[in-house]
């Protein structure tokens, strides 16, 4: 990665950007000289709560009223409560109430953050309703089954794959000149992730069932932000529509050479 992620005079939106791998993002940009927009619950430029309608729309007019951005990092997500209207509707209204300061810029990028948890089975009928825009219709379905309530997230996240998928090479975004991709992290070491890290037990029985066997467990938040800041910079020319797995290897080892069969 160099030093053009984050050269002097950009302008970046970063949600989630008061810890983990979002406060890392900032401060690796900021280093270069970036500016930042941080936006978060609470300590950031930018206050807004992502879990609701009210709080997307907040989110927006606020930036907005700051003027023509370069980027946007859509990283808020995680948690444990409100698992599909943070990290799937929260992160898909930022970076489409965003796009349209994104078109004065002369490197247009987003880049929003997923999971190595969007490799696990999903409700297609959660997905679908993701997809579909319709809020209420995912939420009840996940409340109908109580059973998917510990796989809310890696639905949300398998949504957000597919959306970027098929938004990337829209007249919107690549017919625009804006790279749109996504950063799945494999299990880092964030406060998102405290509950896993913190039970031995729980911590032991995921790092079996996604080792990371280049790296560790758990991984480091810089080192995913290294690969945002790089995708959402202005030497990024040719990447667009890629879900890109920093994981330690972790996807690799559980799909194989499947895609390429």
């Not at 970046?12 to 890392?24: P, R």
């Not at 907005?64 to 995680?78: E, F, H, K, N, Q």
């Not at 209204?93 to 696990?120: F, I, K, M």
């Not at 690969?227 to 920093?246: K, Y």
């Amino acid at each position: 990665m160099t030093a053009g992620a984050g050269r002097t005079g950009r302008r970046y939106v970063v949600t989630g950007s008061a810890s983990g791998i979002g406060a890392a993002t900032a401060a690796l940009l900021r280093a270069r000289g970036a500016e930042v927009i941080g936006c978060d619950l609470d300590e950031a430029e930018v206050v807004a709560d992502l879990s609701t309608a009210d709080g997307r729309r907040s989110l927006v007019e606020q930036v907005s009223a700051l003027g023509p951005i370069d980027a946007v990092l859509a990283i808020a997500g995680g948690g444990r409560t409100g698992l599909l209207e943070t990290n799937y509707f929260g992160a898909v209204a930022t970076l489409e109430g965003l796009r349209p300061l994104l078109t004065g810029s002369a490197a247009p990028r987003a880049v929003v953050v997923s999971s190595t948890s969007a490799l696990a089975p999903a409700d297609e009928r959660i997905v679908q309703a993701c997809l579909d825009g319709d809020e209420p219709a995912a939420r009840a379905l996940l409340a109908a089954n109580p059973a998917l309530t510990d796989a809310a997230y890696g639905i949300a996240k398998r949504a957000l794959n597919r959306w970027v998928r098929r938004a990337a090479p829209t007249a919107d975004w690549a017919g625009a000149g804006i790279a749109l991709n996504a950063v799945a992290s494999g299990v880092v070491d964030t406060p998102a992730a405290a509950w896993i890290l913190a039970d031995n037990a729980i911590r032991r029985a995921v790092e079996t069932a996604a080792p990371q066997p280049f790296g560790g467990f758990p991984g480091r938040p810089e080192w995913i932000a290294e690969l945002i800041c790089w995708l959402g910079g202005a030497d990024n020319h040719f990447v667009t529509g890629q879900i890109v797995f920093a994981d330690g290897g972790s996807e690799a080892a559980l799909l194989g050479d499947l895609h390429w069969r």
